[in-house]
Structure formats: C-alpha cells, structure tokens
C-alpha cells in the first residue's frame, strides 16, 4: 500500500513538471510573438518617414544647383553605378575589377556590365557574373545588361550610349539608384584607397571628379626626364610604359575609367559619346570628357593615383 502511494506521488510530481514546463515554454513563445509584432509596428511608423527624409535630402536641383536640404544630403549614403564595357579577353580580370569595389569604401555600389564584341564567350561571361554575385552575397551586385547585339568598328561606343540611356531613363525614375556613375572598361583596376578619397567629393556635389593614373601607353619621353642626363651607377630597366599620368580633362590626358560623372549632371544634358553626328572613334572617350567639362564648373582633379589602366 505504502509503495503504491509512492509511485502515485512519484507520477504526480512529473506529471505536474511537466505541465509547469509546458506552460513556461507557452508563455515565453506568446512574449516573443508580443515583442516581435510590437518591434513591427515600431519599424512601420518609422520606415515611411525615413524614407520621406532620405528622398527629400536627395532631391536634386542641377538647373538652380540647390538641394531641399543639403544638411540632410550631406549625410545621406551614396549610390555609385559601375558602367563597365568588356569583351572576351576581359572577362577573367572581371572578378578581381568587380570585388575590389566591395572593399573601396563607397556607401554602396552597383555594377552594370555590357558586352561590346561579338567574340566574347556570353556562357562565361554569364557564369563569372554569377559567381562574382555569390561571393558578394547580392544576387545583383553586378547585373549584365543586355542592350543589343555589339556593333563591329564602333569601339563599343554604341552600346554604350544605350547603357547610359538605360541609366538616364533609370534616373528619372529612381534618382536614389544610381547618383554618380563611372564608366570603365573590365581589364582595369582601382586602387583600394579610392572610395575614401572620392567620396567626400560626392557627398560635396561635385559634377565630375577625375585622379590621377597609371597609364598603359608608351611614353618614351618619360625616361629621358626621369634619368635627368646623368649616368646611373646600376643598371635601369624603362621602356616608358606603366607610367604616372597627371589626370586632365583633355584627349590624351584622362582615362575612361579615371572620372566619376554626378549622373544628375549627365542626364540633364543626355551626353552620350557619338558626335557632331559622325562615327565613333578611338578617342571617343576623350571626346565625351572635354565635352563634360566645358558644361560645368564644379570639377575636381585629384592628385593621387587611384586607377591602372592596363
């Protein structure tokens, strides 16, 4: 008698545990659901008023130059588009030329690529844009745009007007996507230091900002200038290639990829590369530069080398 009322107190006292625990665990589940829908509602009557804040801080005037507040602007994160022109050679540099902006210091980066000759491998092509965009971890941190069918003798140049036309027509709708733009071509590199020294220049307002660059073109007339006429006591290795070029707005002196352009400024006069109605040319690029620069006055060059143009 006694062991079967042992057994019964025994059974009680579990069975009770158990439903002290059932109903513990009950009860924090019901907090967490309460904390969660009240962090919700938190968010919903912030979100639309952030978002009104950061729109109006980035509404810009380029007619009048003006901000509706340029307090707020000045605060405001960035968004810098990546126009890069490629063609088949090219396409294995792209992932070292598309991850390096993941560690340049820009508020946050878009990377449109095009394909401007028709021998380029698109199945490659599509796959190394893949795989950039899973070491990214964005599904879109570099999209292919597919505008047309690549132009032969044109250098590109086609193409990419219809890529800056999408940007354009982009602009007008989401001003907040793309705020500034470089265009570049997909063998080149950056420097890591660029978005540090660049983007105090963005969040100035500055229509076009240009630095200085390394270029792959033979200037013979360097090496006289660095040897000075004196003889050395070692022997020197210069050919004139790879050498520091002081970045200016003229043909011959800027690299496509060596500019930054406030896309607010380039849609409100729809610059595109063609000119004066006649073909495109190799030096199309600089062209479409000093076109840029005669449009405004709130240029800056700056002084170190943060690109090598291969």
């Not at 602007?73 to 968004?79: E, R």
């Not at 570049?184 to 500055?206: F, Q, V």
């Not at 060596?258 to 062209?287: C, K, M, Q, T, W």
């Amino acid at each position: 008698m006694r062991l079967a009322s042992l057994l019964k107190y025994k059974w009680c006292s579990t069975h009770n545990g158990y439903f002290i625990r059932r109903a513990m665990w009950t009860m924090s589940l019901f907090l967490s659901i309460v904390v969660v829908l009240y962090f919700q509602k938190l968010i919903a009557f912030f979100q639309p008023q952030t978002s009104n804040i950061f729109t109006e801080a980035m509404h810009y005037d380029h007619c009048n130059n003006a901000t509706n507040n340029s307090s707020l602007l000045h605060s405001a994160p960035i968004a810098l588009c990546v126009l890069v022109r490629i063609y088949g050679p090219q396409v294995p540099y792209l992932t070292a030329f598309a991850l390096g902006f993941l560690h340049n210091s820009f508020d946050y980066v878009q990377i449109y690529v095009i394909n401007t000759h028709r021998s380029t491998d698109n199945q490659l092509l599509s796959r190394t844009i893949d795989v950039i965009n899973r070491i990214a971890l964005r599904a879109n941190y570099i999209t292919l745009l597919n505008l047309g069918k690549p132009l032969d003798n044109d250098y590109g140049y086609t193409l990419t007007d219809h890529a800056l036309n999408y940007l354009y027509n982009q602009y007008e709708r989401s001003p907040l996507m793309c705020q500034y733009i470089i265009i570049t071509n997909g063998d080149n590199l950056d420097s890591r230091h660029l978005g540090s020294k660049i983007l105090p220049l963005m969040k100035a307002k500055k229509d076009i900002i240009a630095w200085d660059f390394v270029t792959r073109y033979p200037q013979p007339y360097l090496i006289e200038r660095m040897n000075g006429g004196k003889p050395f006591n070692y022997e020197v290795s210069d050919d004139g290639t790879a050498k520091h070029t002081e970045v200016s707005l003229e043909t011959g002196r800027v690299d496509l990829g060596a500019v930054a352009y406030r896309l607010s400024f380039l849609n409100h006069y729809r610059l595109n590369f063609s000119y004066s109605n006649r073909p495109y040319i190799p030096e199309s690029d600089g062209l479409f530069i000093e076109k840029a620069s005669l449009l405004t006055n709130t240029t800056v060059l700056v002084r170190q080398i943060l690109y090598i143009h291969q």
